[in-house]
């Protein structure tokens, strides 16, 4: 079983992000399974740079979703998301380190992470965005 199974309660209902985050799961996934098969350290290495740039990526998506849908608590999400960032990053370097174990701690950090924020602060944004959207699209058809 992965580690990271998606599952249609981490859904916030926004298409886009929904497929980067399950992005995310299959990168994790994929890290794991690397580590488990016991690949060389350059892969591991190469599979969690791909997950730290896709994370980068993702978060600068939704930060720009958020903003353009006036989330009020823009400010405290994209703080959540700097935070795990320098976290990712630090496990970058530790994992390029070879600091033993470190691989299973960034996997618990980062599950547990996409765990709280899919379910709450994801969550929280995804009412703004619908009303947003809602929005648009009645000022389209009037």
């Known amino acids: 079983m992965a580690l990271f199974d ?53 978060f ?4 720009r979703l958020m903003q353009e849908c006036g989330y009020a608590g823009f400010d405290r999400h994209k703080l959540s998301h700097e935070k795990l960032v320098e976290r990712v990053l630090g496990y970058k370097r530790r994992i390029e380190s070879v600091e033993p174990g470190v691989e ?14 899919l379910l709450g602060m994801d969550r929280d944004y995804r009412d703004s965005v619908m009303r947003w959207e809602a929005g648009k699209t009645a000022a389209k058809l009037a």
Do not use: C
């Open 6 to 58: 998606w599952q249609d309660t981490y859904s916030v209902g926004i298409e886009k992000m929904d497929s980067q985050h399950r992005k995310l799961f299959e990168i994790a996934n994929a890290f794991l399974a690397a580590f488990e098969r016991g690949e060389p350290r350059a892969a591991l290495v190469a599979i969690f740079d791909e997950l730290a740039a896709h994370t980068v990526s993702h």
């Open 60 to 63: 600068a998506d939704e930060e």
């Open 104 to 117: 299973t701690r960034a996997m618990n950090v980062i599950k547990t992470w996409l765990n709280a924020h």
